[in-house]
């Protein structure tokens, strides 16, 4: 399809994802061909999108009325909640994190869109599952709220695919590390919020223990892999459940001790709560060679490279330098 042709909705738009991500879609689609769409009211310069709607996405009929407005083709359906806040909402998670993608399918299905992306995640991995180098195919058995959801997600992708030729496309984040968007709710978060405290107090109490290592992404690295996804020919595709992605691994002190090479006088010490328990059911690694062979994917940054970087923006943004 051609870029100009390609009419594009976000969901969750103003999101630790979509709000980079709507920016790079409007740098390669322009702004008049993508729609945001959020919870927030609209006020000046809430999206680089050409276009925001406020949308509730358990509200089909908005939805599908959006979508015919705008003549939709694209839909990156980000909207969701996340691992930590669905384990006190389970019942409100398991409905915005599972219904509104069926609805996005059937309307795929009936020929209203023609692509979807939406996200999986590491927490579809669970009990009984190597810690290390995690693979494509391994059995599911998530422990959580979101696991469970995502996991029922990944299948009724395939399923979408398999039964009506939906082109619907997935990747396993794993966590996402960013220092434009502050996190939302999820169990990696500590990974974002130690470098704020770093430049801010030269200090951080932990959430998650010393030694438990955990798959990461720098985001410039996961908007990449998203994009190469969705303009990869449909037919190299072969998973269509979702793939997995695996970055980089490190434990907190690690990453304490990368802070240390940039703020020598930081100081960390651990407090795990019940994000712990989260994080002890999810690998520590992830094999992701069938999503390079497939579509090529590729990274940028390791955690040297992403700590100078996250660092050096922060302290701009924070007024710190």
Same mark, same amino acid.
């Given at each position: 399809?051609?870029?100009?042709?390609?009419?594009?909705?976000?969901?969750?738009?103003? %999101?630790q994802? %979509? /709000?980079?991500?709507?920016?790079?879609?409007?740098?390669?689609? %322009? =702004?008049?061909?993508?729609? =945001?769409?959020?919870?927030?009211?609209?006020?000046?310069?809430?999206?680089?999108?050409?276009?925001?709607?406020?949308m509730?996405?358990?509200?089909?009929?908005?939805?599908?009325?959006?979508?015919?407005?705008?003549?939709?083709?694209?839909?990156?359906? +980000? &909207?969701? $909640?996340?691992?930590?806040?669905?384990?006190?909402?389970?019942?409100? =998670?398991?409905?915005?994190?599972?219904?509104?993608? +069926?609805?996005?399918?059937?309307?795929?299905?009936?020929? +209203?869109i023609?692509?979807?992306?939406?996200?999986?995640?590491?927490?579809?991995?669970?009990?009984?599952i190597?810690?290390?180098?995690?693979?494509?195919?391994?059995?599911?058995?998530?422990?959580?709220?979101? @696991?469970?959801?995502?996991? =029922?997600?990944?299948?009724?992708?395939? !399923? !979408?695919?398999?039964?009506?030729?939906?082109?619907?496309?997935?990747?396993?984040?794993? %966590? #996402?590390?960013?220092?434009? /968007?502050?996190?939302? @709710?999820g169990?990696?978060?500590? &990974?974002?919020?130690?470098f704020?405290?770093?430049?801010?107090?030269?200090?951080?109490?932990?959430?998650?223990?010393?030694?438990?290592?955990?798959?990461? #992404?720098?985001?410039?690295?996961?908007?990449?892999?998203? $994009?190469? $996804?969705?303009e990869?020919?449909?037919?190299?595709?072969?998973?269509?459940?979702?793939?997995?992605?695996?970055?980089?691994?490190?434990?907190?002190?690690? $990453?304490?001790?990368?802070?240390?090479?940039?703020?020598?006088?930081?100081?960390?010490?651990?407090?795990?709560?019940?994000?712990?328990?989260?994080?002890?059911?999810?690998?520590?690694?992830?094999?992701?060679?069938? &999503?390079?062979?497939?579509?090529g994917?590729?990274?940028n940054?390791?955690?040297?490279e992403? /700590?100078?970087?996250?660092?050096?923006?922060?302290?701009?943004?924070?007024?710190?330098?």
């Amino acid at each position: 399809m051609e870029s100009h042709t390609e009419k594009i909705l976000i969901t969750g738009a103003l %999101g630790q994802i %979509g /709000t980079e991500l709507t920016n790079r879609l409007v740098e390669i689609h %322009g =702004a008049e061909n993508v729609v =945001a769409s959020g919870l927030d009211r609209w006020q000046k310069g809430i999206t680089a999108a050409g276009y925001y709607e406020r949308m509730d996405v358990t509200n089909t009929q908005l939805v599908r009325q959006i979508i015919k407005d705008y003549e939709i083709t694209t839909v990156y359906h +980000l &909207a969701s $909640l996340l691992s930590g806040t669905s384990e006190k909402q389970p019942i409100f =998670a398991w409905k915005l994190n599972l219904e509104p993608l +069926l609805q996005f399918c059937e309307m795929a299905r009936e020929g +209203l869109i023609q692509k979807i992306f939406w996200p999986s995640s590491i927490a579809v991995f669970g009990k009984g599952i190597p810690k290390e180098n995690v693979g494509q195919d391994v059995v599911l058995n998530p422990t959580t709220v979101y @696991g469970i959801s995502k996991m =029922a997600g990944e299948k009724w992708c395939e !399923y !979408y695919f398999d039964k009506h030729g939906v082109d619907v496309r997935s990747i396993r984040y794993p %966590g #996402l590390i960013s220092w434009k /968007t502050p996190a939302g @709710g999820g169990t990696t978060d500590y &990974a974002v919020e130690i470098f704020y405290e770093a430049i801010e107090e030269g200090k951080y109490t932990s959430f998650i223990s010393e030694n438990t290592g955990m798959p990461m #992404l720098y985001m410039d690295d996961a908007i990449n892999a998203t $994009l190469q $996804l969705m303009e990869a020919p449909k037919e190299n595709l072969t998973v269509r459940s979702s793939y997995n992605l695996g970055g980089m691994s490190f434990t907190p002190k690690e $990453l304490a001790e990368e802070i240390k090479k940039e703020i020598p006088d930081f100081e960390i010490d651990y407090k795990p709560d019940f994000r712990q328990q989260i994080a002890d059911s999810w690998p520590a690694s992830i094999d992701d060679s069938v &999503a390079k062979k497939d579509w090529g994917l590729s990274y940028n940054y390791g955690i040297s490279e992403m /700590t100078k970087d996250m660092i050096k923006n922060l302290k701009v943004k924070l007024n710190k330098n």
